[in-house]
Each structure stands twice: as C-alpha cells, then as structure tokens.
C-alpha cells in the first residue's frame, strides 16, 4: 500500500469521527478539533510541505460541515500544518512530549487564527471571550490525541515496503 | 543548497495553499449560497452522508457511552418518543398562555398560530453542532423532501432556529443560541417587540430593543413577532424571560431568555414550509 491508497480512508475516518464522535465527547461544551489534530499531525509526521497539503484537504473537508466561508478551515489548517512541520524540522531530539506540546500549542494558536481570519471575512461571532475557552480546551483535547493521531498519519503517509525493508 | 531549495519549494507550495484557498473563499462569497463552491460543499455532504449514516451507527454508541449516556436501541427511541410528546405538551400550555394573555386579542386579530395553518416536514436530527463555534443541528431531510433556506424549524415546544443550507438530502439549521441567530420578537403580556439574539451554547437569549420603561415580567412568554415580512410566523413560542434589568439611563432595557425549546435533546423537529423567497427577514 502506498500513501495515496492510504490517505483517503484516514482523511475519511477522520472526518467520520470529527462529525459524529467528537461532538458526542464535550468537555465543558468544547469538542476535539480532530481534522485541526490531523493537520497538526501532518505538520509532525510529514514535514512542512506536505503537512500544509494535507492540512489543507483536511480543512476542506471540514468546511463541507461549517457554515462558515468554503476554505477557511483549509487556509488555516494548511498554515498551521505548515508552520509545525517547519517547527519539527528545527528539533534536533524529539522527546515523548514534544509531539503533545507542539499539539497543544499549534491546536491553540489554530483555533485563534481560524477565529481571527474569520473575524476578518465578516464573522464577528467567531471572536468572544467564549474564544479563550474553546482554544485552551480544544488544545488539551488535541493535546491528549495527539499521540494515536501522530502515529496514524506516519503510518498512512511511510513510504511502500520494497523486499521487505521499509525506505527511509 | 539542496536544504534552502527544498524550503524555497514549501514556501512557494504553502503560497499556492493560501491562493488557492483565498479564491475558494471568493468564489464560496460571490456564490453567496449557489453556484460551484455551493455544489461541491452539497455534494460532498451528499456523498458522505451515507458514510457518515454508517460512521454513526457504529461509533454514536461509542460517543454515548463515553459521555455517559446509556439510551441504546428501543429505550433510546422510547425516550425520544416521549420528548417530542413532552414537548408537545409544554407546546400547548405555553400556546394556551399567550392565548389568555394580552396577546389574545391580537393575535386573532393577526390569525396568530403555531404555525398550525403551515404545511411542514417532520425531520429527525442526525447531528449535533460540529463546531466550537457554531450552535447548528443537521436533519435528514434536504430539498428532495421541501426544505429550503431560511424556513423556520420548531420543536412541539417552541422555535428551535431556521434552515441555513440544504443539501438534496440533508439540511442544517442555525440554533436560536448560535451567536449568529437573531429572531424578531414579542414579549406576550407586555406586548413589546424586541430582537432576540444568540449568546452560544448554554447561554441565554438576549434581548436587544426593549424598552427601559417597559413592565418586563420574569417567566413572561416571548414569541416570534412575524413583524416586517419576518421569516418566522408569527406566535411561535421562543422562551420566557429569565432576567429583566429595567437599569435606569440605559437606552434599551437588559432582557435575558430562556429558549422553550430543549435545544440539547432535539430528536424529532418539523420545519415551517413558508414561502421563503418572499420572507426574508430574521
């Protein structure tokens, strides 16, 4: 199997679970942003131009679901993913929890500019004091998935097996 | 070398990202709720929805246990049966209310309902607001079924919110509470008309334009004032009046409400097939 024969059923199983899973597990309201996550995974496991790529698909297919403006969530999650895979690729020793930080952070600042860019293109409701709330938990939500998401997309993005040795 | 014309490479791919996204956000603006972007958002939906159906038989029980909610199978059916008839109950009493309030005059006078006098297609909600931002639900029926934008969605209790994108099969509907959402409105003992306004999930309704020196009573009905070609009817019970805050010096009076709706355990709704196309105002 290769990355194209595996991406399309992790981007489906992930929006799978965005729609009908995450919504059903608030926390305080708030739900995992799990297509931001698997941008942000992207971002980790692939690296700065092909996260932002994926990032970008994954927003799309968030926006078929948002009644805010088409592409939106695709420009936001392709600059986050952009922005942790250039991040990643400045760390020399990548400790259990860098992953989970960097999660948290991106998912965080995420939320904020996907807030912010809308606010610009007229959605006023996006920016509320309710923003701080929805960005810090969906960081820790985020945070706390991070690890099966990280380990999903290196999977669905490693490179095909040749005689049994895995390229790298 | 090789290092800086790899990065030179993301640069110039995150640059065509954000073109690219920067012309589907035009396109999705100039559509403004038709055209391509408007197709391909419908058509995705469409094309998910039975994925998502599926998705959602398998992992909903999942999400239900997880969350601590333990309705599976018949009880679950059970349980919304008897909501939808709760609701339909505390309908009539609230309807019965306005009725002997002073309202009842003008009402008759207006031929004010409950939307009784509107033909309506009874949908089920299959999903609850996926966003953090927004208050939305999403029903399983579309515009093969009748539905189209802006028509007004009840519960047996009261107004739940409007249409805001039909697909052919699916449609999604704006709650009151979605900061987003604003209905025209009269208090029903009072008489004073307001706009009510959404605050987000678990806030209340807030009035805007009331009057400081009107007798705003705590628990008094509010409903839909169908006033200026509204897109809702008129007398569609809204909420009560949970706070009122005659504070002096103050242009408007501050006016809370508590939607009649319970917007958090919607199963069952029936969208208000008005004629959309010529009501277009909130």
Known sequence: MTAATRLPPVLLG?????????????????????????????GIAAGAERGAALGFAAGLLADCFLQTPFGLSALTYSLVAYGVGAFQATILHTGRWIPMLT?????????????????????????????????????????????????????????????????? | MALSRHAGRSRLTLVFLIL????????????????????????????????????????????????????????????????????????????????????AEARALLDLDFGSDLPRVDARVISTPVSNFEQT??????????????????????????????????????????????????????????????EGPQRLLSLSFVDPAADVSVLELVVTSGLNDSVFPPGIPVGRVALADPAPGRLEQRVEVRPVADLAQLRLVSVLQTSNRTLRRP
């Open chain 1, 103 to 168: 999660a948290l952070v991106a998912s965080v600042l995420g939320v904020v500019l996907f807030a912010l860019l809308g606010l610009v293109l007229g959605q006023n409701h996006l920016v509320s004091v309710r923003l701080i709330t929805v960005a810090g938990l969906v960081g820790l939500l985020n945070a706390l998935l991070s690890p099966i998401a990280i380990r999903v997309m290196r999977w669905a993005i490693a490179p095909p097996l040749v005689s049994g040795v895995v390229l790298r």
């Open chain 2, 20 to 103: 690219t996204s920067i012309t589907v956000i035009t396109l999705d603006f100039r559509g403004g709720g038709e055209g391509l972007i408007a197709s391909v958002r419908d058509g995705a939906a469409d094309v998910l929805a039975p994925v998502r159906d599926a998705g959602a038989g398998v992992l909903e029980p999942v999400g239900d246990a997880l969350s601590g909610v333990t309705g599976y199978g018949e009880l679950e059916d059970e349980n919304a049966v008897l909501r939808a008839r709760i609701a339909e109950l505390e309908g009539s009493v609230l309807r019965d209310e306005g009725a002997e309030g002073e309202l």
């Open chain 1, 14 to 42: 992930a929006v799978l679970i965005h729609t009908a899973v995450a919504p059903q597990l608030r926390l305080f309201g708030v739900a995992a942003d799990v297509m931001l996550l698997l941008a942000i995974a992207a």
């Open chain 2, 137 to 198: 639900i999403e029903l399983d029926q579309g515009r093969d079924d009748g539905v189209d934008i802006d028509m007004p969605v009840v519960s047996g209790a009261g107004l739940v919110g409007q249409v805001v994108h039909v697909s052919a099969s699916r449609s999604t509907v704006r709650l009151v509470t979605d900061p987003a959402s604003a209905v025209g409105v009269r208090l029903a003992r009072s008489s004073e008309v307001a706009v009510a306004e959404g």
